[in-house]
């Protein structure tokens, strides 16, 4: 982005384009443990839920169009304290199954180590997504959420994989997979 001078505040605005901010969830015990968490709905620990308050006040008095959000409790729960802080009605919430997180298959849970005792470092893992089935997946729901929120504003909170997704494709592989790690309650804004 060339103009950042209206994208110093979450809400920046520029009249001819499509703000969409992605916001990964809060911390849960499978994070701080290093598991593979995927789509195991897995609940915000103590510590994400204080994260979720954080950006909940760091979005507080700024203006959104929409809440899209990873049905999963650990992004519910974030887009939920994000709604009460903006205000925005809980009920307007849009869960989209499209932005769950990458599906690890028959390593979902395990730490690395245990991934790599079972099925070696760059084995093949049985039911994983590839990164090619989640980049066409996360792309074709932020295509869908832009035109539904053009030259508007949507928060779209989601999931790690799903937002580095994003990024690969966006950046044409500049950034994305293996090249960026998307922080806890990060915020990562597109301007289309």
């Known amino acids: 982005i060339k103009d950042n ?5 979450p809400n920046g605005h520029h009249p001819d384009s499509t703000i969409l901010t992605l916001i990964r969830h809060g911390e849960t015990d499978w994070n701080a443990q290093r598991r593979m968490q995927g789509r195991t709905d ?13 950006v909940a006040q760091r979005l507080e008095g700024s ?6 959000s990873s049905p999963l409790v650990r ?9 009460r802080a903006l205000p925005f009605p809980e009920n307007r919430i849009i869960q989209r199954p499209d932005l769950v997180e990458r599906g690890f298959g028959e390593a979902e849970g395990m730490t690395l180590a245990e991934r790599t005792e079972k099925f070696g470092l760059d084995g093949p893992i049985p039911g994983i997504e590839s990164y090619e089935e989640l ?4 792309m074709n729901a932020l295509r869908e959420i832009e035109e539904q929120f053009r030259h508007r504003r949507a928060l779209v909170v989601a999931h790690g994989g799903v937002i580095t997704g994003a990024l690969e494709q966006l950046t044409e592989g500049e950034l994305g997979h ?4 998307i922080a806890n309650v990060s915020l990562t804004t597109i301007r289309v």
């Open 5 to 9: 001078a209206y994208m110093n505040e």
């Open 42 to 54: 897995i609940p915000l620990n103590a510590r994400g839920r204080e994260q979720a308050a954080l």
């Open 63 to 68: 203006q959104w169009d929409g809440i899209v």
């Open 75 to 83: 992004v519910m729960d974030v887009s939920r304290a994000i709604a």
């Open 135 to 138: 980049d066409a997946r996360v």
């Open 178 to 181: 293996g090249k960026v790690f």
